[in-house]
């Protein structure tokens, strides 16, 4: 009587569950010791849905340019006292006695306001351009993956895949040879 080989058993076993053009597959999978099979067979998409999620973005809004008029300050205290001691200076020689006192604070109340007018009215304008930006969130819709509704073999099968993938699908399937 032969004795038991578990691996022939296991070779015959699976090549009658293959279709014939896998069963010489399967033979040279066995002669080089991989147990291990593959076939592959076409499969019709039935539907596809678009998973999308929504991504927010961040950017910058720029807002058209304005103009913003700024005038220098009040002419400073440099030029009040110079015009004071000017017009004082000016109002000396005018009167006698307590009157010359008075002509000289008239005399320098009149040169301080004098020269705070003359540095006011010689300012220059200067005219600046802003520009003025604030963020901006956007929000945008990205697809992630696609939902496929596939036929094979006489039954539906659903899986979530990463590109768009047709009309048919190509599906292995693998099948692992075990001794007993």
């Known amino acids: 009587m032969s004795k038991f080989n578990p691996r022939a058993f296991a070779l015959a076993l699976v090549a009658t569950t293959l279709t014939v053009g896998g069963t010489a597959a399967l033979a040279q999978d066995f002669r080089s010791g991989d147990q291990r099979a593959s076939s592959a067979a076409l499969a019709r998409v039935i539907s596809v849905t678009a998973n999308t999620e929504r991504i927010s973005e961040q950017s910058q809004h720029c807002t058209e340019q304005q103009q913003v008029v700024t005038t220098p300050g009040q002419a400073g205290w440099g030029t009040t006292l110079a015009g004071s001691l000017i017009g004082g200076a000016i109002a000396s020689p005018i009167g006698k006695g307590s009157g010359k006192v008075v002509a000289v604070a008239a005399g320098s109340t009149v040169g301080a306001q004098i020269a705070r007018n003359m540095a006011e009215q010689n300012t220059t304008t200067t005219v600046k351009t802003v520009q003025v930006c604030q963020p901006v969130t956007t929000m945008r819709e990205q697809v992630r993956d696609y939902s496929v ?9 659903l899986v979530n895949l990463p590109q768009h993938p047709g009309a048919w699908l190509k ?3 693998s099948h692992t040879v075990q001794a007993m």
């Open 149 to 157: 509704r596939y036929e094979w073999d006489g039954r539906e099968y």
């Open 171 to 173: 599906v292995t399937t």
